[in-house]
């Protein structure tokens, strides 16, 4: 069964460094979604990508945060620099087109620890 | 702007007994859908069941039934014959036909099923 890979597992960084996170959606899906979710809370959509462009990075900190999509296939999201906030679960989910119906497929998600 | 609500943090279910997990929600859009995931401590989110909002039956997957009652915009998750393995965070999230229909999804509800 097709799966959203995501790399690192688990990362724990000092403040200020840089991370980044990977992600590889369903093959064949069009749309690629950023979560992050802060513990005890639901997730919150930090960018939206249509196949390499950016749909929605309206909660996306662009002062740090940065996310590619470049050929519409694997995506990045960096973090630079990291802030002890930003301590989370980041999920990557992916859907066919993101139509209304369509369910988001999730990867098992990178827990980052700015220490 | 839609917003999903889980008024219940926490809730615990006898093995084997049935229970209802609540979601309420609210937006402008007449088209949407309602989706629920489960979350298990290892963190990833598995679908569990969808709701379109022009769908006359209550959707039902298995042991997982939604309670969809669109006048009083709710869509509570009703699980059947609960198992030790059903423990989890229980998430509610909609999506509307607007602009690139974005997810919103509620805060949660803790499920522990006790033998």
């Known amino acids: 069964e097709a799966e959203v890979a995501q790399s690192p597992r688990y990362k724990i960084t000092e403040k200020s460094q840089a991370v980044a996170f990977w992600c590889d959606p369903i093959s064949g899906h069009a749309t690629l979604y950023w979560y992050r979710q802060i513990l005890g809370q639901g997730p919150e959509l930090l960018v939206q990508f249509q196949d390499e462009s950016v749909v929605d990075d309206s909660q996306l900190p662009k002062d740090r945060f940065s996310a590619e999509r470049l050929k519409g296939v694997d995506s990045t999201l960096k973090i630079q620099p990291a802030e002890l906030g930003d301590s989370a679960m980041y999920l990557c989910?992916?859907?066919?087109?993101?139509?209304?119906?369509?369910?988001?497929?999730f990867g098992p998600g990178t827990r980052l620890l700015v220490l | 702007a839609q917003k999903i609500t889980q008024t219940q943090p926490g809730m615990f279910v006898q093995e084997k007994e049935a229970v209802t997990l609540d979601c309420t929600y609210d937006t402008s859009d007449p088209s949407y859908g309602l989706f629920w995931y489960k979350q298990p401590s290892s963190g990833e989110m598995i679908f569990l069941i969808y709701?379109?909002?022009?769908?006359?039956q209550n959707a039902t997957e298995g042991r997982y039934s939604l309670n969809f009652q669109k006048a009083r915009k709710s869509a509570n998750l009703v699980i059947s014959a609960s198992q030790l393995g059903d423990s989890a965070m229980y998430f509610c999230a909609m999506r509307d036909s607007g602009g690139y229909q974005k997810v919103t999804f509620g805060t949660g509800t803790k499920l522990q099923v006790i033998p």
């Open positions: 709701q379109g909002s022009y769908d006359q």
């Open positions: 989910a992916s859907s066919l087109e993101g139509q209304l119906q369509e369910t988001q497929y």
